[in-house]
């Protein structure tokens, strides 16, 4: 096991530098954010996914369980960093009524949770390839 404190070992801290920027330019944006974003959004159908502009559309999905709901999720990834601010994330809702769907509010809730799904998969992501470096 490998334990890197900052501040000490500035050779692992560029050796990082170094892959991070090798994964992120091969795809435009934070490849560990897409790539959580993906795992994330994969329940639902794929509308677009542009990695060079990092934007991530899905169509609409209704859980099986719930026929009367449906969502549509937008992901942006905004940054070549792996931080919070580089992700932004929106949703949309429409209930069925009387055979119309119909837009619904989305808990401000729901959008910060799957954010923070996002954001921890891809820190997850990201420590797995260190590890394997």
């Not at 859980?63 to 709901?69: L, R």
């Not at 799904?117 to 891809?122: R, V």
């Amino acid at each position: 096991m490998l334990l890197v404190l900052p501040g000490c070992g500035g050779g692992s801290r560029a050796k990082v530098a170094k892959m991070e920027a090798a994964q992120v330019n091969t795809i435009g944006v934070n490849a560990f954010l897409w790539r959580a974003a993906l795992e994330t959004a994969g329940f639902a159908p794929l509308l677009t996914a542009d990695s060079a502009g990092g934007v991530i559309i899905t169509d609409w999905y209704a859980n099986p369980a719930n026929p009367g709901e449906r969502v549509k999720l937008t992901i942006a990834i905004l940054d070549q960093d792996l931080r919070a601010d580089a992700l932004r994330v929106s949703a949309s809702r429409q209930t069925s009524q009387g055979g119309n769907w119909v837009d619904a509010p989305v808990q401000a809730a729901t959008v910060q949770k799957l954010e923070d799904i996002i954001l921890t998969k891809a820190r997850d992501l990201r420590r797995q390839a260190m590890s394997r470096g």
